[in-house]
């Protein structure tokens, strides 16, 4: 009859009080049952052997080398000593601290490879095992005492294994297959406690790079903020940066709303957008940027219909200044822009199929061309000045007209007032008869010219030309005597009839040697000739001789 050890599970012979495959005593089958004793004594089979080996290997290793039992579980699951140990050690920190002793304990301890390789020993010595250390072993790892291990195998030659066969021939393979189960619970322990510690390290270096890369991220959109700023203060925008751009930072920021940082980098951007806020608006009243960066851009304009209504910035600082001055330039261009526009329209509603308003005047032109003048140059102003354009050219003509209008007038003015002139001089005696009449004889001609000489009316001179007397051009009596010529002129201008360079002589006779010319004034710029029209150009003054510088005309002396 057969029957199995409670100690290690090995078929042996019924009669058989000493185990040949642990070496335990049958007849202390109260202890041997003792689940806590094998329990125990598991703890020192040196487990490190198969600490590099992966948990789910080993497990996946041994499971292939049992057998299920006739109810379908395996050994695994029956055996008790291997399930105490798994519950026992899940707690990660428990596996780290059993490991640790198991280490120190199981030093010297038989390596399970070499017994599951080897026959069986034919001697065994029996277990040493204290009340203390079998009873307590708890007790034994607070005060932290080595524990010996469970039993010592010797091997022996190879003629002994032979004996050991013999004493249970039955047995041995059913021993081997308990000690892989044993070995595989302490590979079990093991390898699960070494695999929480290389995941808790996993995760403290995952958690340590994921910091590292957060820390790079929120680091790399600080460098993209300070690139926004063109100066260290921050006080004006980079030219080329936009709403976009920084919007963009702000939406990947969210992402590390729950770190130190966040809140910082907020209120940077936060200023940033605000900042490029203010520059959209006042630059979408120009006609192209008017700040950029730190600089007032002179050439950029109001657009045509726009008005400034952003109000002044009240904070003190550069970027304010830079800002209200450009307020203040677009305010100012579309208050001249407006008051140039509609002094223009006012002026051309007087202008209507090709005709001015005689309400129109010069003056009116020349005030709204200045308005015009005042605006910027650009296609506003050019359209203003073609608009004034027909209004300059109505005004010419009506100047024109109203011109030759008051010549007129005038001309007709002076003959009046020459008629009035004549009718109001006294007749003078004729000493000498009238000009034109029959030629005086010689001694008439000595006396052609004096106080007596008649006048003529309607400023004819007072002697008529002589043709042949004009013809004999070589004739020495056409000579001014010395001195006679300037004599003469000047005392004509000195008395006001005549001005420098506007007056011509005529030759009218030759009597006695002596020659005669008519004096003519040829501008009325000469006190004398003021209030006469120029139609009445050239007018006669008076006769002059030329040898002796006596002169007479019309007018009394």
Known sequence: ?????????????????????????????????????????????????????????????????????????????????????????????????KSEANEQKID???????????????????????????????????TEEPVEPVGVVTKEPESNSAKSENLAPQTPKKRNKKIYWLTAAAVVVLAGGGWFYYDHQQKEEAARQEQLRIENALSTIDKEMDTYFLDADQQFIAPGKTSEGITKLMEELEEYSKEDAYDK??????????????LDQINSHFTEPIVVGDKLQENAHIKEGETVEMASLTEKNAFSDLINQAIKKGKDEAKQLQAASKAVQ??????????????????????????????????????LLADLEPIDKALVAKEK?????????????????????????????????QAGTSAPSSNEGQEILNDHTPRNKNNQPIISPRQSDIDD?????????????EKVINEAIKRGYIVEGGFKLERVRIENGEGYYNLYATNTKSSLMQGIGESALPMYLFTINDKTGFFRGNGSD
């Open 1 to 97: 009859m057969m029957k199995k050890c409670p100690h290690c599970d090995a078929e042996i012979a019924a009669n058989q009080t000493v185990c040949p495959n642990c070496g335990k005593d049958l007849s202390e089958t109260s202890q041997a049952e003792t689940p806590t004793s094998d329990h125990k004594n598991n703890e020192h089979i040196k487990w490190s052997d198969y600490q590099d080996v992966p948990l789910g290997s080993v497990m996946e290793h041994f499971s292939d080398l049992h057998e299920k039992n006739d109810d379908g579980k395996t050994d695994f699951e029956e055996n008790s000593i291997l399930a105490d140990y798994i519950k026992e050690h899940k707690e990660p920190t428990f596996v780290q601290e």
């Open 265 to 278: 980098l907020v209120v940077k951007g936060q200023k940033i957008q605000v900042k490029l806020a203010v």
């Open 108 to 142: 010297e301890s038989v390596k399970e490879s070499d017994v599951v390789n080897e026959p069986e020993p034919e001697q065994v010595n029996e277990p040493v095992v204290t009340p203390s250390v079998a009873e307590d072993n708890s007790e034994a790892e607070k």
């Open 346 to 383: 006012s002026l051309t509603a007087h202008y209507k199929d090709n005709q001015l308003s005689d309400a129109v005047s010069r003056k009116d032109y020349e005030s709204t061309k200045q308005e015009v003048e005042k605006i910027f140059d650009g296609k506003e102003k050019e359209t």
């Open 401 to 433: 007209a109203q011109a030759e209008a008051e010549k007129q007038a005038a001309i007709e003015a002076e003959k009046q007032a020459e008629q009035q002139r004549q009718a109001a001089q006294p007749q003078q005696p004729n000493s000498g008869g």
């Open 473 to 485: 051009v070589n004739n020495p009596a056409w000579e001014w005597a010395p001195g006679v010529y």
